[in-house]
């Protein structure tokens, strides 16, 4: 009997003497320290569909790290982002970047991962074409917007106005919306060309929105520990603030009528972003269950900062309850064979914490 050989596979295993099996391995442990939100999510996706999602996860952080490297020159990121894209196309690249990068500062996570950069390339190319094409085309257009952006702000990310807001968004953000987007028409069947169709007009949208509300609640963590700020300078002003007083508490109140605008923009986007979900076939349950928790704890969370100034004060957080996270934790996935169902629940979860009993 004569077997079937694919070249690529073949390609693959001389380029990595990593098993895959180890690489894979490596990136499931390694994401809940990086990311315990993301962790919960991810969990829901099969084979390759998860594998493809988890490795554009780990690539992007591979580049956010190197972006919020606290230390190194914007030349260096820049190479260093460069050299990251370069790894797509070569596996001995990928293999050395971790040598490559061994200056990057961060946390110890994140310095971890940059070191494995080979084992997250090792899964990428285990993966099938079509998904490594989908993953090389989203993260280069992210990366490209954050060198773009490093760039332009050397000194610390400073955003001047609502335009320049939504194009960062977008870089950061949107990007990740398209690529799931492709990733969930290759691997579902559920998802036919028309689906597909509708669901595009929608995923820039439901990666922004996420972002939109981490940004608004984390303003004070990102002026006091990155150097960076996305409230548009030109809100501020126009309140009789400015970038230099973000934290100030004699300029509180002006703050807080700034940021009212970004507040708007991330409830209209996470509609929109309900939206998508809601057109994700009923079938395509690993998909539901992968968007329906990080959407319900951005309602959330948004419904908290609405109504909050931490964010706008020194060390200030603003977090949603643990009682809550459980509840969601529960009804989210319960919910998500019934478009009514999500629809009631995320109607509870804007107007007051969503907390079932006993917990």
């Known amino acids: 009997m004569r077997v079937g050989v694919n070249p690529h596979m073949i390609q693959m295993v001389l380029e990595n003497p990593v098993s895959v099996k180890d690489a894979e391995r490596f990136c499931q442990e390694i994401l809940p320290q990086v990311s315990r939100t993301f962790a919960l999510s991810i969990r829901f996706l099969p084979g390759n569909l998860g594998r493809a999602v988890l490795v554009a996860y780990l690539i992007c ?4 790290t190197v972006e919020d490297d606290p230390v190194a020159s914007i030349p260096a990121k820049t190479a260093l982002l460069d050299h990251l894209l370069e790894c797509f ?6 293999n050395s970047y971790g040598e490559t990068a061994r200056g990057v500062q961060g946390e110890p996570a ?24 989908h993953v090389q085309r989203w993260v280069s257009e992210m990366v490209h917007g954050m060198k773009k952006f490093i760039n332009l702000y050397p000194n610390g990310i400073r955003i001047q106005t609502l335009d320049e807001y939504k194009e960062y968004c977008y870089y950061v953000a949107g990007t990740v919306g398209y690529l799931l987007t492709d990733l969930w028409y290759e691997h579902s069947p559920s998802i036919g060309a028309d689906e597909y169709q509708v669901l595009l007009k929608r995923c820039a949208a439901f990666g922004e929105a996420l972002q939109t509300v981490n940004i608004l609640k984390d303003i004070a963590w990102d002026a006091e520990h990155e ?21 100030s508490a004699e300029h509180l109140e002006q ?14 986007d996470l509609d929109e972003a309900q939206a998508y979900l809601l057109s994700v076939p009923k079938a395509a349950i690993p998909i539901r269950l992968f968007c329906v ?10 419904r908290e900062l609405t109504h909050s100034t931490a964010m706008l004060q020194p060390g200030g957080v603003v977090k949603i309850s643990r ?4 509840s969601l934790m529960v009804m989210g996935p319960l919910s998500i064979l019934s478009n009514h169902s999500l629809r009631w629940l995320i109607g509870q979860v804007r107007q007051k914490p969503f907390i079932l009993g006993g917990l």
């Open 89 to 94: 196309d070569s596996a001995d690249l990928a």
């Open 255 to 268: 703050n807080h009528a700034a940021i009212k605008e970004l507040i708007a923009l991330a409830w209209h």
């Open 293 to 302: 928790l990080p959407l319900l704890f951005a309602y959330a969370t948004l």
């Open 61 to 64: 952080r591979i580049a956010d």
């Open 323 to 326: 009682a809550e996270v459980k």
């Open 227 to 247: 150097n960076s700020i996305y409230i548009p300078n030109e809100s501020l002003l126009l309140q009789g603030s400015s970038h230099q007083s973000i934290l």
């Open 110 to 133: 994140h310095v971890q991962l940059v070191k494995n950069t080979r084992l997250v390339f090792a899964l990428y190319r285990s993966l099938p074409l079509t998904s490594q094409q």
